[in-house]
Nanobody, 120 residues
Framework: QVQLAESGGGLVQPGGSLRLSCAAS????????MAWYRQAPGKQRELVAV???????NYADPVKGRFTISRDNAKNTVYLQMNSLKSEDTAVYFCNAALRSESHQDYDYWGQGTQVTVSS
């Protein structure tokens, strides 16, 4: 059974930092593309950051220079370091694991989400 367990969310003041973690089980973690998405109230879920199995990263424009995605394959964990947080970063953050196999079968798994609230 595949599980993605996010942690690290909470309440932080503007300008503060948080580090989210997502521990994966039930998959061969190292071959999956891992990503963080977020969904604010009344808005669609949006991609925040992605890291490939090879370690390449990409970020949404609103978080470039402030957020850093990383992975530890030995711990089956992906991280999202969030610095200089703004009120508009307030959202539920979701971990995603995705893979397209050599036979073109898609695998796509989601965590339950962790709330991040940026407020004074």
């Amino acid at each position: 059974q595949v599980q993605l367990a996010e942690s690290g969310g909470g309440l932080v003041q503007p300008g503060g930092s948080l580090r989210l973690s997502c521990a994966a089980s039930g998959i061969i973690f190292s071959i999956y593309r891992m990503a963080w998405y977020r969904q604010a109230p009344g808005k669609q879920r949006e991609l925040v950051a992605v890291i490939t199995s090879g370690g390449s990263t990409n970020y949404a424009d609103p978080v470039k220079g402030r957020f850093t995605i990383s992975r530890d394959n030995a711990k089956n964990t992906v991280y999202l370091q969030m610095n200089s947080l703004k009120s508009e970063d307030t959202a539920v953050y979701f971990c995603n694991a995705a893979l397209r196999s050599e036979s073109h079968q898609d695998y796509d798994y989601w965590g339950q989400g962790t709330q991040v609230t940026v407020s004074s």
